[in-house]
């Protein structure tokens, strides 16, 4: 086990820093920078930018930048934060994780509560109404990309039927009463993943029904009960949370957009506003913290089969 977490660690450092080098190298590309007239939205004398490139270092040789920048991140340091006067980036970042997490896991948890029990139930009852009801809803919620679905719940529930409010506004996720206002952003982040998670579970249910242990098992006259959850659920889990990693991380990483539509005050907000103001800091910090998000999500997953399945072993 120590042998293997220090591998994926190693590759984990190699990757982070491959994602730097192209990150970087793509934000300084772009045309634009952070206190040009286009950026800051007003004029801005040729002398003054020149004077603030020299002061950032952002007229030395990209090479040279991102080595500097590197030494910064050895430390702990994201550095600062060019649209929001000087601030850390670190401090910045932690200021909206929150917000993003607890987003996160409410979709996550629609997903789980919601995909698992369809999917289960759609391989109870192979051919019939309920099971392509089922497959129904999961290609329905898994071809509806996730804008389009966010504004047709807004539509719906709060503006035709008043039920909650349209933004989530700035203070959500610090109070359990905020969370209300989640609930629809929750829904539309984590359809299409509830719905991936549906149609794998039925997958995987359908194999292990087949099994000769579960016809021994309904044979002994044992109860639905005992038979789909039990023996045959806790069999079919492999494959399960096998996407449940990816799936999380997507959750993560991909509520930029739905942010931005709902109003939560999160990673993802300030990443879209990082790009258009180009503060390079924030997109540098923005874009390895959703890396990290998704090596871990895909190392908790191996880390997990184990205890599933004690065949499974790590080398």
Do not use: C
């Not at 984990?12 to 920078?33: C, I, K, S």
């Amino acid at each position: 086990m120590a042998t293997y977490l220090a591998r994926r660690l190693t590759w984990t450092v190699v990757t982070l820093l491959a994602l730097a080098a192209v990150t970087f190298l793509l934000m300084h590309r772009v045309p634009g920078g952070p206190f040009d007239a286009a950026t800051v939205d007003r004029p801005v004398p040729a002398a003054v930018i020149e004077a603030q490139h020299a002061f950032y270092g952002l007229d030395d040789p990209i090479p040279r930048q991102f080595v500097r920048y590197l030494g910064h991140l050895a430390r702990g340091d994201l550095g600062i934060s060019f649209s929001q006067q000087g601030q850390p980036v670190t401090d910045l970042m932690l200021d909206k994780a929150a917000p993003s997490f607890i987003l996160g896991l409410m979709a996550f948890g629609f997903v789980v509560a919601g995909g698992v029990p369809l999917g289960v139930l759609a391989a109870s009852r192979r051919g019939s109404v309920v099971d392509a009801g089922a497959l129904t809803v999961a290609t329905a919620l898994a071809a509806v990309p996730g804008f389009v679905l966010a504004f047709g719940l807004l539509l719906v529930f709060s503006v035709w039927l008043g039920w909650t409010e349209i933004l989530a506004g700035a203070r959500f996720g610090e109070s359990l009463g905020s969370l209300r206002a989640g609930i629809l952003p929750a829904v539309a982040l984590g359809a299409p993943g509830m719905a991936i998670v549906s149609r794998i579970t039925r997958a995987s249910m359908l194999d292990v029904l087949e099994q000769d242990y579960i016809r021994t098992a309904r044979s002994k006259g044992l109860g639905w009960r005992a038979v789909y959850l039990r023996h045959a659920l806790r069999n079919a889990l492999l494959p399960i949370v096998t996407i449940l990693g990816p799936v999380f991380a997507s959750l993560i990483t991909g509520s930029i957009i739905i942010e931005a539509i709902f109003g939560v005050p999160g990673i993802g907000s300030m990443f879209i506003t990082s790009v258009a103001t180009r503060d390079y800091g924030i997109i540098m910090g923005t874009t390895l913290f959703y890396g990290v998000v998704i090596m871990l999500a895909n190392l908790a997953v191996d880390l997990v089969y184990p205890l599933i399945d004690p065949r499974v072993t790590l080398r």
